[in-house]
Protein backbone atom coordinates (compact mmCIF):
# COMPACT_ATOMS: atom_id res chain seq x y z
CA UNK A 1 0.00 0.00 0.00
CA UNK A 2 1.47 3.56 -0.91
CA UNK A 3 2.24 5.62 1.71
CA UNK A 4 0.25 8.66 0.81
CA UNK A 5 -2.40 9.69 -2.16
CA UNK A 6 -1.54 12.13 -4.59
CA UNK A 7 -3.52 14.64 -6.05
CA UNK A 8 -1.54 16.13 -9.46
CA UNK A 9 -2.52 18.73 -11.35
CA UNK A 10 -0.57 19.27 -14.45
CA UNK A 11 -1.18 23.50 -16.06
CA UNK A 12 -1.43 24.25 -19.74
CA UNK A 13 2.55 24.77 -20.57
CA UNK A 14 2.53 20.82 -18.86
CA UNK A 15 -0.21 19.40 -20.76
CA UNK A 16 1.81 20.89 -24.17
CA UNK A 17 3.60 18.15 -23.71
CA UNK A 18 1.43 15.01 -22.94
CA UNK A 19 4.34 12.55 -23.32
CA UNK A 20 6.52 13.71 -20.46
CA UNK A 21 3.31 14.11 -18.20
CA UNK A 22 2.82 10.24 -19.10
CA UNK A 23 5.86 9.36 -17.84
CA UNK A 24 5.43 11.26 -14.76
CA UNK A 25 2.03 9.57 -13.93
CA UNK A 26 3.37 6.14 -15.41
CA UNK A 27 6.39 6.55 -12.63
CA UNK A 28 4.29 8.01 -9.56
CA UNK A 29 1.56 5.82 -8.83
CA UNK A 30 0.81 7.23 -5.62
CA UNK A 31 -0.84 9.95 -8.22
CA UNK A 32 -3.93 9.04 -7.56
CA UNK A 33 -6.14 11.47 -8.93
CA UNK A 34 -5.11 13.45 -12.32
CA UNK A 35 -6.35 17.06 -13.01
CA UNK A 36 -5.22 18.03 -16.58
CA UNK A 37 -5.63 21.55 -17.98
CA UNK A 38 -5.88 23.15 -21.72
CA UNK A 39 -2.63 22.67 -23.13
CA UNK A 40 -0.93 26.26 -23.15
CA UNK A 41 1.26 27.30 -25.68
CA UNK A 42 3.94 25.47 -27.10
CA UNK A 43 6.31 25.51 -30.47
CA UNK A 44 4.34 26.22 -33.49
CA UNK A 45 1.48 27.56 -31.04
CA UNK A 46 1.59 30.87 -29.59
CA UNK A 47 -2.04 30.64 -28.27
CA UNK A 48 -3.50 28.60 -25.57
CA UNK A 49 -5.86 26.03 -26.26
CA UNK A 50 -8.52 27.89 -24.17
CA UNK A 51 -8.28 31.02 -25.97
CA UNK A 52 -8.74 29.36 -29.23
CA UNK A 53 -11.89 28.02 -28.13
CA UNK A 54 -13.27 31.35 -26.72
CA UNK A 55 -12.17 33.09 -29.74
CA UNK A 56 -13.99 30.34 -32.05
CA UNK A 57 -17.30 30.91 -29.82
CA UNK A 58 -17.26 34.21 -30.28
CA UNK A 59 -17.13 33.98 -34.13
CA UNK A 60 -20.00 31.45 -34.28
CA UNK A 61 -21.74 33.59 -31.82
CA UNK A 62 -20.54 36.61 -34.48
CA UNK A 63 -22.39 34.31 -37.53
CA UNK A 64 -18.64 34.29 -38.85
CA UNK A 65 -17.39 31.27 -41.09
CA UNK A 66 -16.00 29.19 -38.53
CA UNK A 67 -14.06 26.59 -40.34
CA UNK A 68 -10.74 27.05 -40.72
CA UNK A 69 -11.06 27.81 -36.62
CA UNK A 70 -12.33 24.99 -35.83
CA UNK A 71 -10.42 22.13 -37.96
CA UNK A 72 -7.26 23.98 -36.38
CA UNK A 73 -8.42 23.16 -33.17
CA UNK A 74 -9.04 19.14 -34.58
CA UNK A 75 -5.87 19.38 -36.11
CA UNK A 76 -3.71 20.60 -33.18
CA UNK A 77 -5.16 17.82 -30.69
CA UNK A 78 -4.82 14.95 -33.17
CA UNK A 79 -1.23 16.37 -33.26
CA UNK A 80 -0.62 16.39 -29.72
CA UNK A 81 -2.00 12.24 -29.39
CA UNK A 82 -0.52 10.81 -32.11
CA UNK A 83 0.87 8.05 -29.76
CA UNK A 84 -3.12 7.39 -28.51
CA UNK A 85 -4.31 4.32 -30.64
CA UNK A 86 -5.88 5.41 -34.14
CA UNK A 87 -9.22 3.57 -33.09
CA UNK A 88 -9.39 4.81 -29.88
CA UNK A 89 -8.14 8.47 -31.28
CA UNK A 90 -10.67 8.73 -33.87
CA UNK A 91 -13.51 8.03 -31.66
CA UNK A 92 -12.47 10.94 -29.26
CA UNK A 93 -11.91 12.97 -32.60
CA UNK A 94 -15.68 12.46 -33.43
CA UNK A 95 -16.80 13.31 -29.79
CA UNK A 96 -14.51 16.51 -30.09
CA UNK A 97 -16.20 17.57 -33.28
CA UNK A 98 -19.49 16.91 -32.26
CA UNK A 99 -18.96 19.28 -28.88
CA UNK A 100 -17.69 21.99 -31.25
CA UNK A 101 -20.85 21.31 -33.37
CA UNK A 102 -22.97 22.52 -29.91
CA UNK A 103 -21.23 25.36 -29.30
CA UNK A 104 -23.88 27.47 -30.98
CA UNK A 105 -26.95 26.31 -28.92
CA UNK A 106 -25.03 26.14 -25.45
CA UNK A 107 -26.53 28.41 -23.18
CA UNK A 108 -23.43 30.19 -22.51
CA UNK A 109 -21.13 29.51 -25.83
CA UNK A 110 -18.19 31.30 -24.56
CA UNK A 111 -18.17 28.99 -21.36
CA UNK A 112 -18.86 25.56 -22.74
CA UNK A 113 -16.47 26.13 -25.80
CA UNK A 114 -13.23 27.35 -23.43
CA UNK A 115 -14.45 24.10 -21.39
CA UNK A 116 -13.78 21.66 -24.05
CA UNK A 117 -9.81 22.12 -23.88
CA UNK A 118 -9.68 20.49 -20.44
CA UNK A 119 -12.68 18.32 -21.38
CA UNK A 120 -10.78 16.80 -24.46
CA UNK A 121 -7.04 17.20 -22.70
CA UNK A 122 -8.26 14.89 -20.24
CA UNK A 123 -10.03 12.02 -22.41
CA UNK A 124 -7.07 12.20 -24.39
CA UNK A 125 -4.67 12.22 -21.76
CA UNK A 126 -6.36 8.90 -20.37
CA UNK A 127 -5.93 7.42 -23.45
CA UNK A 128 -2.19 8.34 -23.78
CA UNK A 129 -1.86 7.10 -19.88
CA UNK A 130 -4.21 4.05 -20.02
CA UNK A 131 -5.97 5.36 -16.90
CA UNK A 132 -10.07 5.93 -16.31
CA UNK A 133 -11.46 9.29 -17.87
CA UNK A 134 -13.98 10.41 -15.02
CA UNK A 135 -15.75 13.95 -16.32
CA UNK A 136 -15.54 17.06 -14.54
CA UNK A 137 -19.36 17.11 -14.95
CA UNK A 138 -20.03 13.81 -12.74
CA UNK A 139 -18.54 15.36 -9.49
CA UNK A 140 -18.00 19.15 -9.87
CA UNK A 141 -20.75 20.84 -8.91
CA UNK A 142 -22.67 24.38 -9.19
CA UNK A 143 -25.57 26.00 -7.66
CA UNK A 144 -28.34 28.23 -9.39
CA UNK A 145 -26.41 31.30 -8.98
CA UNK A 146 -23.22 29.30 -10.47
CA UNK A 147 -21.30 29.21 -7.06
CA UNK A 148 -19.18 26.13 -6.36
CA UNK A 149 -20.67 24.03 -4.52
CA UNK A 150 -16.91 22.36 -2.94
CA UNK A 151 -19.14 20.02 -0.61
CA UNK A 152 -21.06 18.35 -2.68
CA UNK A 153 -18.03 17.65 -5.58
CA UNK A 154 -15.93 16.37 -2.90
CA UNK A 155 -18.19 13.94 -1.75
CA UNK A 156 -19.23 13.30 -5.85
CA UNK A 157 -15.41 12.52 -6.13
CA UNK A 158 -15.38 10.59 -2.70
CA UNK A 159 -17.97 8.37 -4.07
CA UNK A 160 -16.38 7.54 -7.78
CA UNK A 161 -12.47 7.11 -6.39
CA UNK A 162 -13.90 4.44 -3.64
CA UNK A 163 -15.54 2.59 -6.72
CA UNK A 164 -12.47 3.20 -8.75
CA UNK A 165 -9.19 1.26 -9.37
CA UNK A 166 -6.14 2.76 -10.09
CA UNK A 167 -5.55 6.33 -11.26
CA UNK A 168 -8.04 8.34 -12.69
CA UNK A 169 -7.86 11.59 -14.90
CA UNK A 170 -10.01 14.27 -14.63
CA UNK A 171 -10.45 17.54 -16.44
CA UNK A 172 -9.88 20.74 -14.23
CA UNK A 173 -11.89 24.40 -14.67
CA UNK A 174 -15.51 23.00 -15.41
CA UNK A 175 -18.49 21.49 -14.15
CA UNK A 176 -22.64 21.43 -13.99
CA UNK A 177 -25.09 23.16 -12.26
CA UNK A 178 -28.59 22.07 -10.86
CA UNK A 179 -29.99 21.80 -14.35
CA UNK A 180 -26.47 20.03 -16.08
CA UNK A 181 -25.57 23.23 -17.91
CA UNK A 182 -21.35 23.45 -17.71
CA UNK A 183 -20.32 26.30 -15.24
CA UNK A 184 -16.61 27.41 -15.54
CA UNK A 185 -14.00 28.43 -12.93
CA UNK A 186 -12.28 31.70 -13.27
CA UNK A 187 -8.69 31.41 -14.90
CA UNK A 188 -6.55 29.60 -12.55
CA UNK A 189 -9.57 27.24 -12.04
CA UNK A 190 -8.19 24.01 -12.34
CA UNK A 191 -5.92 24.77 -9.40
CA UNK A 192 -9.10 24.70 -7.27
CA UNK A 193 -9.59 21.64 -9.41
CA UNK A 194 -6.94 20.09 -7.86
CA UNK A 195 -7.83 21.21 -4.45
CA UNK A 196 -11.12 19.28 -4.89
CA UNK A 197 -9.51 16.33 -5.60
CA UNK A 198 -7.14 16.36 -2.82
CA UNK A 199 -9.72 17.07 -0.45
CA UNK A 200 -11.40 13.92 -2.01
CA UNK A 201 -8.78 11.43 -1.68
CA UNK A 202 -8.99 11.85 2.23
CA UNK A 203 -12.08 9.81 2.32
CA UNK A 204 -10.54 7.18 0.56
CA UNK A 205 -6.52 7.48 2.54
CA UNK A 206 -6.42 4.16 4.69
CA UNK A 207 -4.92 4.34 8.08
CA UNK A 208 -1.34 6.34 8.10
CA UNK A 209 -1.62 7.05 4.55
CA UNK A 210 -1.56 11.09 3.77
CA UNK A 211 -3.02 13.06 1.56
CA UNK A 212 -0.72 15.61 -0.79
CA UNK A 213 -1.48 18.30 -3.20
CA UNK A 214 0.98 18.35 -6.04
CA UNK A 215 0.64 21.04 -8.32
CA UNK A 216 3.28 20.52 -11.74
CA UNK A 217 4.11 24.00 -13.67
CA UNK A 218 7.24 25.18 -15.75
CA UNK A 219 8.84 26.67 -12.37
CA UNK A 220 10.73 24.72 -10.69
CA UNK A 221 9.35 26.06 -7.08
CA UNK A 222 8.29 29.24 -5.76
CA UNK A 223 10.81 31.93 -6.51
CA UNK A 224 12.49 34.42 -3.84
CA UNK A 225 11.06 36.97 -6.15
CA UNK A 226 9.19 36.69 -9.99
CA UNK A 227 12.49 35.73 -11.97
CA UNK A 228 10.70 37.95 -15.04
CA UNK A 229 12.21 40.80 -13.17
CA UNK A 230 14.34 40.23 -10.68
CA UNK A 231 18.01 38.21 -11.63
CA UNK A 232 19.33 35.51 -9.27
CA UNK A 233 16.51 34.49 -7.37
CA UNK A 234 16.46 31.16 -5.30
CA UNK A 235 13.68 28.41 -5.55
CA UNK A 236 12.26 28.62 -1.58
CA UNK A 237 12.28 24.79 -0.24
CA UNK A 238 9.16 25.74 1.86
CA UNK A 239 6.81 28.29 2.63
CA UNK A 240 3.19 28.85 5.07
CA UNK A 241 0.40 29.18 3.26
CA UNK A 242 0.22 32.96 5.00
CA UNK A 243 3.65 33.42 2.53
CA UNK A 244 2.79 32.09 -0.56
CA UNK A 245 -0.46 34.30 -0.25
CA UNK A 246 0.95 37.38 0.65
CA UNK A 247 3.49 37.09 -1.96
CA UNK A 248 1.05 35.62 -4.97
CA UNK A 249 -0.27 39.67 -4.34
CA UNK A 250 2.33 40.99 -5.48
CA UNK A 251 2.28 38.87 -8.89
CA UNK A 252 5.20 36.44 -7.58
CA UNK A 253 2.29 33.21 -7.52
CA UNK A 254 2.22 29.93 -9.31
CA UNK A 255 -1.03 28.74 -7.35
CA UNK A 256 -4.33 29.94 -7.34
CA UNK A 257 -4.85 32.16 -4.19
CA UNK A 258 -8.73 30.34 -3.28
CA UNK A 259 -6.83 26.94 -3.29
CA UNK A 260 -5.84 27.70 0.44
CA UNK A 261 -9.39 28.37 1.16
CA UNK A 262 -10.78 25.29 -0.91
CA UNK A 263 -7.72 23.21 1.17
CA UNK A 264 -8.66 25.03 4.93
CA UNK A 265 -8.57 23.10 7.71
CA UNK A 266 -7.92 19.72 5.69
CA UNK A 267 -4.09 19.67 6.71
CA UNK A 268 -3.02 18.66 2.88
CA UNK A 269 0.47 19.95 1.81
CA UNK A 270 0.50 21.70 -1.31
CA UNK A 271 3.86 20.70 -3.45
CA UNK A 272 5.14 23.14 -6.66
CA UNK A 273 6.60 20.85 -8.71
CA UNK A 274 7.93 21.29 -12.22
CA UNK A 275 7.31 18.73 -15.29
CA UNK A 276 10.36 19.34 -16.98
CA UNK A 277 12.51 18.54 -14.16
CA UNK A 278 9.79 16.39 -11.69
CA UNK A 279 12.98 15.06 -9.76
CA UNK A 280 13.67 18.32 -8.03
CA UNK A 281 11.88 18.48 -4.51
CA UNK A 282 9.99 22.19 -5.76
CA UNK A 283 8.48 23.98 -3.32
CA UNK A 284 6.53 22.48 -0.17
CA UNK A 285 3.34 25.07 1.14
CA UNK A 286 2.32 24.05 4.68
CA UNK A 287 0.30 25.89 7.56
CA UNK A 288 3.25 26.68 9.92
CA UNK A 289 7.00 25.74 9.67
CA UNK A 290 10.04 26.24 11.47
CA UNK A 291 11.77 29.55 10.37
CA UNK A 292 15.53 30.32 10.92
CA UNK A 293 17.41 32.41 13.41
CA UNK A 294 17.42 35.84 12.78
CA UNK A 295 15.11 35.09 9.34
CA UNK A 296 12.61 37.90 8.47
CA UNK A 297 11.96 38.70 4.55
CA UNK A 298 12.05 35.11 2.39
CA UNK A 299 10.18 36.51 -0.80
CA UNK A 300 9.69 40.19 -2.62
CA UNK A 301 7.47 40.60 -4.81
CA UNK A 302 5.82 44.05 -6.87
CA UNK A 303 2.64 45.33 -8.39
CA UNK A 304 1.19 48.71 -9.45
CA UNK A 305 -1.31 49.87 -7.24
CA UNK A 306 -3.76 52.50 -7.68
CA UNK A 307 -4.47 55.20 -5.06
CA UNK A 308 -7.49 57.87 -4.28
CA UNK A 309 -6.05 59.98 -1.39
CA UNK A 310 -8.48 62.42 0.34
CA UNK A 311 -7.52 65.94 2.22
CA UNK A 312 -10.24 67.30 4.30
CA UNK A 313 -9.42 69.30 7.50
CA UNK A 314 -11.33 67.93 9.94
CA UNK A 315 -12.25 64.85 8.33
CA UNK A 316 -11.36 62.62 11.34
CA UNK A 317 -14.04 64.41 13.69
CA UNK A 318 -16.72 63.82 11.51
CA UNK A 319 -19.20 61.20 12.64
CA UNK A 320 -20.24 58.76 9.77
CA UNK A 321 -17.40 60.28 7.23
CA UNK A 322 -15.81 56.95 6.72
CA UNK A 323 -18.92 55.23 6.67
CA UNK A 324 -20.26 57.36 3.79
CA UNK A 325 -17.04 57.00 2.22
CA UNK A 326 -16.95 53.40 2.29
CA UNK A 327 -20.81 52.94 0.96
CA UNK A 328 -19.74 54.79 -1.71
CA UNK A 329 -16.87 52.34 -2.02
CA UNK A 330 -19.26 49.60 -1.92
CA UNK A 331 -21.89 50.67 -4.16
CA UNK A 332 -19.42 51.08 -7.14
CA UNK A 333 -17.95 47.63 -6.25
CA UNK A 334 -14.56 49.02 -5.59
CA UNK A 335 -12.08 46.63 -3.58
CA UNK A 336 -10.12 48.76 -0.85
CA UNK A 337 -6.97 46.67 -0.63
CA UNK A 338 -5.15 49.24 2.21
CA UNK A 339 -6.86 52.37 3.75
CA UNK A 340 -3.65 54.21 6.03
CA UNK A 341 -5.33 57.43 7.76
CA UNK A 342 -4.61 60.00 9.25
CA UNK A 343 -6.20 63.05 11.30
CA UNK A 344 -7.06 64.91 8.11
CA UNK A 345 -6.16 62.27 5.12
CA UNK A 346 -7.37 59.07 4.49
CA UNK A 347 -6.06 56.92 1.36
CA UNK A 348 -7.24 54.17 -0.27
CA UNK A 349 -4.85 51.46 -1.69
CA UNK A 350 -6.74 49.21 -5.05
CA UNK A 351 -6.16 46.99 -7.24
CA UNK A 352 -4.41 48.80 -10.29
CA UNK A 353 -6.83 47.56 -12.93
CA UNK A 354 -9.65 49.78 -11.60
CA UNK A 355 -11.45 50.95 -14.44
CA UNK A 356 -10.74 54.86 -14.93
CA UNK A 357 -14.71 55.10 -15.57
CA UNK A 358 -15.43 53.83 -11.55
CA UNK A 359 -12.31 55.89 -10.62
CA UNK A 360 -13.81 59.05 -12.10
CA UNK A 361 -17.80 58.12 -10.91
CA UNK A 362 -16.45 57.44 -7.43
CA UNK A 363 -14.28 60.91 -7.47
CA UNK A 364 -17.56 62.53 -8.45
CA UNK A 365 -19.64 61.25 -6.01
CA UNK A 366 -17.25 61.91 -2.86
CA UNK A 367 -17.57 65.71 -3.89
CA UNK A 368 -21.42 65.33 -4.88
CA UNK A 369 -21.77 63.76 -1.49
CA UNK A 370 -19.61 63.65 1.43
CA UNK A 371 -17.01 66.23 0.75
CA UNK A 372 -16.72 69.61 1.86
CA UNK A 373 -15.80 72.82 -0.45
CA UNK A 374 -12.33 72.62 -0.15
CA UNK A 375 -11.09 69.09 -0.05
CA UNK A 376 -8.75 67.58 -2.06
CA UNK A 377 -8.50 64.25 -3.78
CA UNK A 378 -6.07 62.88 -5.75
CA UNK A 379 -5.80 59.92 -7.80
CA UNK A 380 -2.59 58.06 -8.61
CA UNK A 381 -0.50 55.04 -9.60
CA UNK A 382 1.93 54.02 -7.17
CA UNK A 383 4.50 51.10 -7.35
CA UNK A 384 4.31 48.96 -3.85
CA UNK A 385 6.51 46.52 -3.19
CA UNK A 386 5.88 43.11 -0.57
CA UNK A 387 8.42 42.16 1.54
CA UNK A 388 7.20 38.71 2.94
CA UNK A 389 8.08 36.56 5.69
CA UNK A 390 7.07 34.17 9.13
CA UNK A 391 9.58 36.26 11.22
CA UNK A 392 8.27 39.74 10.68
CA UNK A 393 5.34 38.15 12.90
CA UNK A 394 7.64 39.08 15.85
CA UNK A 395 7.87 42.85 16.18
CA UNK A 396 11.55 43.46 16.72
CA UNK A 397 12.36 41.53 13.20
CA UNK A 398 9.74 43.55 11.90
CA UNK A 399 11.07 46.56 13.04
CA UNK A 400 14.71 46.02 12.18
CA UNK A 401 12.80 44.82 8.81
CA UNK A 402 11.73 48.32 8.05
CA UNK A 403 14.75 49.86 8.97
CA UNK A 404 16.65 47.58 6.55
CA UNK A 405 14.58 48.82 3.46
CA UNK A 406 14.27 51.90 4.90
CA UNK A 407 18.14 52.87 4.35
CA UNK A 408 18.16 50.45 1.82
CA UNK A 409 16.17 53.08 -0.24
CA UNK A 410 17.47 56.47 0.78
CA UNK A 411 20.57 55.11 -0.08
CA UNK A 412 19.60 54.79 -3.20
CA UNK A 413 17.66 57.96 -3.99
CA UNK A 414 14.09 55.91 -3.88
CA UNK A 415 11.77 57.86 -1.71
CA UNK A 416 8.61 56.30 0.43
CA UNK A 417 5.32 57.28 0.14
CA UNK A 418 3.98 55.04 2.89
CA UNK A 419 4.69 51.42 4.59
CA UNK A 420 2.02 49.10 5.43
CA UNK A 421 2.03 46.60 7.79
CA UNK A 422 -0.58 44.95 10.68
CA UNK A 423 0.35 43.50 14.22
CA UNK A 424 1.53 39.76 14.27
CA UNK A 425 1.40 39.98 9.80
CA UNK A 426 3.70 38.17 7.78
CA UNK A 427 4.60 41.10 5.51
CA UNK A 428 5.62 44.84 5.03
CA UNK A 429 4.66 46.68 2.20
CA UNK A 430 6.16 50.02 0.80
CA UNK A 431 4.84 52.21 -1.37
CA UNK A 432 6.69 54.08 -3.57
CA UNK A 433 6.82 55.94 -7.48
CA UNK A 434 5.87 54.06 -9.99
CA UNK A 435 8.90 54.46 -11.97
CA UNK A 436 10.98 53.56 -9.10
CA UNK A 437 8.98 50.12 -8.66
CA UNK A 438 11.44 47.85 -10.88
CA UNK A 439 14.38 49.15 -9.35
CA UNK A 440 13.48 49.03 -5.37
CA UNK A 441 12.28 45.36 -5.87
CA UNK A 442 15.64 44.65 -7.14
CA UNK A 443 17.19 46.35 -4.74
CA UNK A 444 15.04 44.74 -1.60
CA UNK A 445 15.82 41.30 -2.94
CA UNK A 446 19.34 42.23 -2.83
CA UNK A 447 19.22 43.52 0.42
CA UNK A 448 17.68 40.57 2.18
CA UNK A 449 17.64 37.28 0.42
Not at 4 to 19: D, E, H, V
Not at 186 to 210: C, E, W, Y
Not at 268 to 297: H, M, Q, W, Y
Request: aromatic fraction near 6%; include cysteine.
Amino acid sequence: MSEKFIAAKFGGTSMAKPPLVRDIVANNPDHKVIVVSAPGKSEGYDVKMTDMLGSLAIAIVDGKDVDDMQNAIVERFNNLYQDVATQERLQILELLIIRLGQIATAPNPVDFAMSLGEEFSARYFAALSGNTFVDAKDWVSFDEDSNLETVASVNALSQILQQTDGQIVTPGFYGVNDIGERNVLPRGGSDISGALAAFALLDVAKDGQKVEYYNYTDQNGVHSADPRQVKDTVVLPELTEAEMREGAIGGNGVLELTVMKVLQGANIPIVIKNTFNPDLPGTRITKNRETKKDESVVTVSARRLQTISIHELGMGEQKGYLEKVLSIASDLDLSIEHMPAGQDDITFTLHEKTSKKVLEEFDRRLKDEVLGDYADVNIQLFGIIYCVGEGLRDGLMRAKAIIRLSQALVDNNIGIETIITHPKGASVAVVVAQEDTKKALELLHRTFI
